[in-house]
């Protein structure tokens, strides 16, 4: 057994050995070619790297990609109009050459869209925005989901870089990404970008809400504390400070059923008696009497007659008023 193992390495082994690594190439962003060859494995020896486009000359690799101290990958710079002609590579080791042909129109792969950002407009629509380095000629997919479900994708019109979700449910968590390519009028690439950073919309944002409930667990006994300081401190400041409390908390008088008499509602200054306000009937009383009207006919001698006014008097002998006439003849 271990004879035949021998007698099949020493006839294929070198022919397996002399087999390169196939070498496949993709446009990166319209601004480099990047080539590899260890889709397989890691080559065992480094290979020697270099590449032209159809109508350029040839240029060894100036940015290798290593792996485990093996080169495995060259990035090759290149202009946006060089994917239209045929890209050639030649991988050398020692005196052996591996030359191949890509053609790589339609192997472009665009950087992910950034800065996504979303608004709730007037609309009461929810619109997605984001940024693309490369503007013209790039189509768009987008994929959402609502709650963590199912991701639903969907096409955007090239060279729009929003997307509209009608009438989103203000209850729900809305998560949504995108990528891009080159569309069929510049050379249609088959190569998506890869997928951009989430952006979320929602009341049930786990991050928005932990940051909310942290800041309130932490600010809520402080608080707490603070209006409980202030309010003992007011309350000993009414209790010490007694012009104080009343100009904050006047005195309003309590009309009582048990005394009618108006006067006694009011209160009166330190050192002044409510008897220094009773009033003092004990003067003599003065009775007034009226005098009437007296005629007297003519039964004297003469013919006269005596007139006499009225006369008001009273019993304490003060006279009123008193006036005596006489007629005339």
Same mark, same amino acid.
């Given at each position: 057994m271990s004879a035949r193992l021998l007698l099949f390495l020493c006839l294929f082994g070198p022919i397996m050995a002399q087999n390169p690594p196939d070498v496949?190439? *993709?446009?990166?962003?319209?601004?480099?070619?990047?080539? +590899? $060859?260890n889709s397989q494995s890691v080559p065992e020896v480094n290979y020697t790297f270099s590449s032209w486009f =159809?109508? %350029? /000359?040839? +240029?060894?690799?100036d940015e290798y990609v290593f792996e485990n101290n093996t080169a495995v990958g060259c990035n090759q710079p290149c202009e946006k109009g060089d994917r239209f002609y045929t890209f050639h590579t030649v991988l050398r080791h020692g005196d052996k050459t591996y030359p191949m042909a890509h053609n790589v129109k339609d192997k472009v792969q665009l950087n992910p869209p950034t800065n996504l950002t979303v608004k709730n407009e007037n609309d009461f629509n929810l619109w997605f925005y984001w940024n693309q380095s490369t503007t013209r000629c790039v189509e768009y997919k987008v994929r959402y989901r609502q709650n963590?479900? /199912? $991701?639903?994708?969907? %096409?955007?019109?090239?060279?729009?870089q929003s997307y509209c979700i009608n009438?989103?449910? +203000?209850? +729900? *968590?809305y998560e949504l990404q995108v990528r891009s390519r080159i569309t069929d009028s510049c050379g249609k690439s088959e190569i998506w970008s890869d997928w951009s950073e989430p952006v979320v919309w929602g009341s049930n944002n786990s991050t928005h809400t932990n940051i909310i409930n942290e800041s309130m667990s932490v600010w809520t006994p402080v608080l707490y504390a603070v209006g409980a300081i202030t309010l003992i401190l007011l309350v000993l400041m009414l209790l010490h400070y007694e012009r104080l409390r009343i100009i904050l908390v006047p005195v309003v008088p309590k009309p009582s059923l048990k005394s009618? &008499?108006? %006067? &006694? $509602?009011?209160?009166?200054? /330190? =050192?002044?008696m409510k008897e220094g306000f009773k009033a003092n009937y004990n003067e003599q009383a003065c009775l007034v009497r009226e005098y009437t009207y007296i005629s007297q006919s003519a039964t004297d001698s003469t013919d006269t007659s005596v007139l006499t006014a009225t006369t008001y008097q009273t019993d304490c002998s003060v006279l009123i008023a008193g006036i005596e006439s006489e007629d005339p003849p």
């Open positions: 496949t190439c *993709r446009v990166m962003n319209l601004e480099y070619v990047h080539c +590899s $060859w =159809g109508n %350029k /000359k040839e +240029s060894t690799c963590n479900n /199912k $991701w639903e994708e969907s %096409k955007v019109a090239a060279e729009r009438f989103p449910s +203000s209850t +729900s *968590r009618p &008499d108006v %006067k &006694d $509602w009011f209160q009166y200054p /330190k =050192g002044l």
